[in-house]
């Protein structure tokens, strides 16, 4: 096989004969052609793409889809292809062809990686995929992160896919997506590629507004269209950060309502002290450890005493306590 | 009345036909000799729900007797774990062993009766130490016991020493074999309790709540020392009501005086366990509270929950009984003192408080 594809001598194939979509064999996902034309500008084409003569006349890309779209918006018309006959390659081999020219030249995205794996699992058993190509694309061979990435790109809608494609939404943030239902899914997803949270934030995101709608009956579709959800999102006066950031603390109240009242109530607490400047309190994460810690930032030692004579005299400090105290 | 748990499959290692609770097993039940080797068994996918219908017949190689693990930051009841099997037929929504081994089937370590000698020696050559043993951390203590027969092993073998109780924890019923023996000294037979919401939802498989009662009543009558563990307490909608309920049961069948402890613990959890919680029981409403991260890395409820639970569960105990060994299982000083009204102050003390109890109890 090897050796029939070195013989072959490019020739010209117009671009009107070659298909805009990128047929069985590619495994090109999300990407950007402004670096391929830049370097085909400077440099030509290197490497010629393989085609291959399907039925009725039809020409299947073996490899260069990418080449031959940047070709298309440099508004070429023809490009040098190396053509193979169809009875020479099983479609097998030609997506061999494709995967390792890929495998040697760059990293895949989650959403190739699925549809390499989607197109292996036509042509070979689940144990050659396991054993022999997952280590390739860096995935652990097991069979539920085989069923997952298939699922990337089985299960996915375009938007999704980019937004995974392109590093917008994260692997684990696509894996909870999966476990939703459709409808909460897209739901889902149209909202935080409209909001771009950070993977840390859609984490959180999905595990709480999962909790809700367990406790409370509600789909996560439901939560997403509440009203105060859209007054949020529709705020003229919020930025992107500032309404992630009131979302998550709306979510987090209806999730964690004991805690987040424990929280606001200290913070009052210690706000009413009128604590001198550069002195703080603060409790431990969740109140769980049972001491709280006062932080003195001082110049001097006339300063240091200065702030714990200041302190002395807060006579409010005396009745510091946990914050759920005065309301059990 | 007995839970009888099915078993679909039996899978046999390397080497466990040649001991005696194999034999034993293998009369009670019908083995049809399924071999797998170890590294067939790992490769299988985890599959918890047919591993509850797969008893895996192991020589133990490890430690039989080990420390509870106990957890940083909290005060452990010094407690120590024989390892007779791992995994459970039961099928606690809550159950942390869903995510705490790597094989999910009923491993039965076969080898016990020809490794006991070793647990037996180290408890008589420590005469002035109380070694409180159970089973019932790994897998509960009688599940399994009308096909393994643990009682007639460990039964006779701690009842014999006065510097050792045996604690079989369960949920079940399963106290035939058990009963049939002469033995009562050294032997505590406990029972898991929840509120009768909890143990209706959660509990899948076990016994009800007025079954377990009724069999801790039979056991007390039958001259054997209970033991209850309110484990994990769990706050649901109309708790309060829900939980007294269970307490008026336990006042109905149960005499106080003859009960040598009881523990709380709240619902905890390793992150990791929530996952295959909504999987595996996605109606649960077991992760419905307000968890968060422990000083430990587990799970837990915020403070003033937990040690809201703890009051109100000791109050009403307190008024049944003034002298039940109540003790919280993995807190924190500041918890308990303020939910008690008096600490332990660390393992040492709360060790100290349960020999006490044995003493007390066994002489």
Request: with cysteine; aromatic share 8%.
């Amino acid at each position: 096989m090897h050796h029939k594809i070195d013989l072959m001598k490019p020739i010209q194939i117009s671009l009107d004969r070659l298909s805009t979509e990128p047929g069985p064999f590619s495994m090109s996902y999300g990407f950007e052609l402004a670096p391929l034309i830049n370097s085909l500008q400077n440099v030509g084409l290197v490497n010629s793409p393989i085609v291959m003569e399907g039925e009725g006349g039809a020409i299947l890309i073996i490899t260069g889809y990418r080449r031959i779209a940047a070709f298309r918006a440099m508004g070429k018309e023809s490009i040098g292809c190396r053509m193979c006959i169809q009875d020479t390659f099983a479609p097998s081999d030609a997506l061999l062809i494709n995967f390792f020219e890929n495998l040697a030249t760059r990293e895949f995205n989650p959403v190739e990686k699925g549809m390499i794996l989607n197109r292996l699992a036509r042509f070979l058993s689940p144990q050659e995929i396991l054993t022999q190509y997952m280590p390739l694309l860096g995935l652990a061979s097991n069979k539920s992160i085989l069923t997952l990435y298939i699922s990337f790109d089985n299960d996915f809608d375009e938007s999704m896919k980019q937004g995974l494609a392109k590093g917008r939404l994260s692997e684990q943030t696509a894996k909870a997506l999966l476990d939703m239902n459709p409808g909460d899914r897209k739901a889902m997803g149209i909202f935080f590629l409209a909001l771009r949270f950070n993977m840390n934030q859609q984490k959180q995101v999905i595990e709480i507004l999962t909790d809700i709608s367990h406790i409370t009956g509600a789909t996560i579709a439901d939560l997403l269209g509440e009203k105060e959800v859209g007054r949020i999102i529709s705020a003229p006066s919020l930025n992107h950060p500032q309404k992630t950031k009131a979302l998550l603390g709306l979510w987090r109240h209806q999730r964690y309502p004991r805690l987040t009242l424990a929280e606001k109530t200290f913070k009052q607490q210690v706000s009413r002290l009128c604590l001198p400047k550069n002195v703080q309190i603060q409790a431990s994460p969740y109140f769980e450890a049972d001491l709280y810690r006062m932080e003195i930032f001082f110049k001097t030692g006339k300063d240091l005493k200065d702030k714990i004579e200041h302190l002395l005299k807060i006579e409010e400090l005396e009745h510091l306590e946990d914050p759920w105290e005065g309301a059990e | 009345m007995m839970c009888v748990f099915p078993v679909d499959k039996v899978l046999i290692d390397k080497g466990a036909e040649q001991y005696r609770l194999f034999s034993g097993i293998s009369e009670r039940i019908k083995i049809s000799r399924s071999r797998q080797d170890r590294e067939e068994i790992q490769a299988q996918e985890m599959d918890l729900g047919r591993g509850k219908k797969t008893l895996h017949l192991v020589p133990y190689a490890g430690d039989l007797l080990k420390p509870c693990p106990g957890t940083k930051a909290h005060i452990c009841c010094g407690y120590q774990i024989l390892n007779v099997a791992t995994n459970c037929p039961l099928d606690c929504s809550y159950c942390i062993l869903q995510s705490y081994f790597t094989e999910p089937n009923l491993r039965v370590f076969v080898n016990l009766e020809e490794r006991l000698g070793e647990v037996l020696n180290r408890i008589d050559c420590h005469p002035d130490m109380i070694f409180r043993i159970g089973t019932g951390e790994f897998t509960d203590s009688l599940a399994l016991d009308p096909i393994v027969g643990w009682s007639e092993l460990l039964i006779p073998a701690f009842s014999k020493r006065k510097n050792a109780i045996l604690e079989l924890k369960t949920k079940t019923c399963n106290i035939k074999r058990l009963s049939l023996l002469r033995e009562r000294k050294q032997i505590i037979i406990s029972w898991s309790l929840n509120s009768p919401f909890i143990t209706a939802r959660e509990e899948h498989r076990a016994a009800t709540l007025r079954q377990r009662l009724e069999t801790a009543a039979r056991c007390q009558s039958e001259g054997f020392i209970v033991g209850f563990h309110f484990d994990p307490l769990i706050p649901h909608s109309n708790w309060r009501d829900e939980y007294l309920r269970t307490l008026d049961l336990l006042d109905r069948h149960i005499d106080p005086r003859r009960v040598i402890w009881i523990s709380m613990g709240s619902f905890r959890f390793m992150p990791q366990l929530k996952a295959v919680i909504r999987k595996r029981h996605p109606h649960t409403t077991v992760l419905d509270g307000e968890f968060i991260p422990g000083l430990d890395g587990k799970m837990r409820y915020f403070k003033p929950i937990r040690m809201e639970l703890y009051r109100f569960m000791r109050e009403h105990l307190e008024a049944w009984h003034n002298d039940l060994g109540l003790y919280l299982c993995m807190e924190s000083d500041d918890v308990w003192s303020r939910s008690f009204g008096w600490s332990p102050g660390d393992t040492k003390g709360l060790s100290r408080f349960l020999d006490d109890r044995v003493k007390k109890f066994f002489g």
